[in-house]
């Protein structure tokens, strides 16, 4: 059975910074695609950041570019997010996605697609207080 488990969510303060980890099991991923989305409540789930098979191909939210990054680490089929700088409007819960088709398309349309991702973590929620 295929999991994808998500942590390192918390509450920090505007400016901090948080890690968050996407360890999946069940099934290897290091020849697929993984993103991260969020959803803030009551609003729609929203494109993060993601990274290709290949990991040549990094994509980003215009509202996190310069401040998150995504990084992969296959030996560990685990994917993180590094937040840094973060806002009052980055609270949402974030979810961790993988593409279940190996080797697929790079382009940018196809990744941030949430329609891409087969697989989805339960999520962790991220809260940005002071």
């Known amino acids: 059975q295929v999991q994808l488990l998500e942590s390192g969510g918390g509450l920090v303060q505007p400016g901090g910074s948080l890690r968050l980890s996407c360890a999946a099991s069940g099934r290897n991923f290091g020849s697929s695609a993984m993103a991260w989305f969020r959803q803030a409540p009551g609003k729609q789930r929203d494109f993060v950041a993601t990274i290709s098979w290949s990991g040549e191909n990094i994509y980003y939210a215009d509202s996190v570019k310069g401040r998150f990054t995504i990084s992969r680490d296959r030996g560990q089929n685990t994917v993180y997010l590094q937040m840094d700088s973060v806002r009052s409007e980055d609270t949402a819960a974030y979810y961790c996605?993988?593409?279940?088709?190996?080797?697929?398309?790079?382009?940018?349309?196809?990744?941030?697609?949430?329609?891409?991702?087969?697989?989805w973590g339960q999520g962790t929620q991220v809260t940005v207080s002071s």
């Open positions: 996605a993988a593409d279940e088709i190996e080797y697929a398309s790079e382009t940018y349309a196809y990744l941030i697609d949430p329609f891409t991702y087969d697989f």
